[in-house]
Nanobody, 114 residues
């Protein structure tokens, strides 16, 4: 059974930092593209960052220069380091694995107070 479990969300003041983690089990991890998405209230889910198994990284324009995606294949975990957080970064953050089908985590809430 494939499981993706996010952690690390919380409440932070604008300008602060958080580090999200997503631990994966039940499927080969190292070759898969992993992504972080977020959904703000009343808005569609959007891609924040992704990282291919080979190491290529992509970021949305909204977070480029502030967020960093990384992965530890030995720990089967993908991370999202979020710095200089802004109120518009508030939302539920999900990790996703691109496999024969997409697998999603349950989400973790990030709230940035201004």
């Amino acid at each position: 059974q494939v499981q993706l479990v996010e952690s690390g969300g919380g409440l932070v003041q604008a300008g602060g930092s958080l580090r999200l983690s997503c631990a994966v089990s039940g499927i080969i991890f190292s070759t898969k593209t992993m992504g972080w998405y977020r959904q703000a209230p009343g808005k569609q889910r959007e891609m924040v960052a992704n990282m291919h198994g080979g190491g290529t990284k992509n970021y949305s324009q909204a977070v480029k220069g502030r967020f960093t995606i990384s992965r530890d294949n030995a720990r089967r975990t993908v991370y999202l380091q979020m710095n200089d957080l802004k109120s518009e970064d508030t939302g539920v953050y999900y990790c996703k694995m691109d496999a024969a089908r997409d697998y999603w985590g349950q989400g973790t809430q990030v709230t940035v107070s201004s």
